[in-house]
């Protein structure tokens, strides 16, 4: 059931449809990345269209562009809006993600983590870098997902790139700059560079897909994956992403500011995510 009282009565019936299969929950748990078909009906892409408007006319504190000056196209992002943008604040609340996360984890929860809004125009040179998203945050766990929501059609040689198995191997990559592709530090115990998978791609199995708005990606927050450049499309790919902790989710601290930074928290590393910034959404 939705934990979050006074949802529209649409919405409510929407979110008392079954939202994913078994064999999706054990897609995701053995690849750590599953793309789940037609689960987002159309009010809530333009009500997150509307929020995406909002935000970079208005940009927060963490607004980032990365294609340099004068170049094509346009890459840039910005998070943790969600308080300030009642678009993204009504999904995060009453949306049925929160209810895929939880069955996707297997977690009894599903509190909200933050959004995470990332634009590329139609020409973009850039390519999102190989990573993965936990070390950047301040949190541990095996129940963490992120779902990416595209709001326009995305073909698969522009679409998000997934390494199958690899949130399973154990391994914690430095994160990554986008702009320069860079390690965030070195010599830490604990973290290694990410492998050069563009040169050995015939090693890995590699997931992406043709994706049309209403479908989504959830992937695992330690599944490795980057994104292809959109030079050769002529729309944009908006992509808007929810991150989500499960039942096991704990804070931690990392060896450099955390991406986001959440400069007010105070948690006891290794307690739990217990916090009014981090909604519990979802109770199964």
């Not at 993204?88 to 909200?112: G, K, Q, V």
């Not at 995470?116 to 999102?128: C, F, I, M, N, Q």
């Not at 955390?258 to 910034?277: I, K, Q, Y």
Request: proline content about 9%; hydrophobic content about 35%; charged content about 25%.
């Amino acid at each position: 059931m939705n934990a979050v009282a006074g949802a529209p009565a649409a919405e409510a019936e929407e979110a008392a449809q079954p939202v994913v299969s078994e064999a999706e929950v054990d897609e995701f748990q053995r690849n750590g990345a599953v793309c789940l078909r037609a689960l987002f009906a159309r009010h809530w892409l333009d009500k997150l269209a509307a929020g995406v408007d909002k935000n970079f006319a208005a940009p927060g504190p963490y607004h980032t562009r990365y294609t340099p000056r004068g170049g094509p196209g346009g890459f840039y992002d910005d998070y943790c809006n969600w308080q300030r943008i009642g678009e993204y604040r009504d999904f995060a609340l009453h949306s049925p993600a929160a209810e895929i996360a939880a069955r996707l984890m297997r977690s009894r929860t599903a509190r909200f983590y933050h959004e995470h809004v990332l634009v590329k125009e139609p020409g973009t040179a850039e390519r999102t870098p190989w990573h993965h998203d936990q070390p950047y945050y301040g949190v541990d766990g095996e129940q963490l997902c992120s779902i990416w929501l595209p709001l326009d059609p995305v073909p698969k040689r522009a679409c998000p790139e997934y390494v199958a198995g690899s949130h399973a191997g154990g391994a914690l990559y430095y994160p990554r700059l986008f702009a320069s592709h860079q390690d965030y530090s070195a010599g830490e115990h604990g973290f290694e560079s990410v492998p050069d998978i563009d040169r050995r791609r015939e090693q890995y199995e590699i997931l992406s897909w043709d994706l049309e708005p209403g479908d989504c990606i959830v992937f695992h927050m330690r599944t490795v994956h980057g994104a292809p450049s959109t030079a050769t499309l002529k729309t944009r790919r908006r992509g808007f992403a929810s991150r989500w902790l499960g039942d096991d989710a704990r804070f931690a601290r990392r060896p450099w500011a955390t991406s986001p930074p959440f400069p007010h928290l105070r948690l006891t590393p290794g307690g739990p995510m217990e916090h009014p910034a981090f909604p519990v959404v979802w109770r199964g």
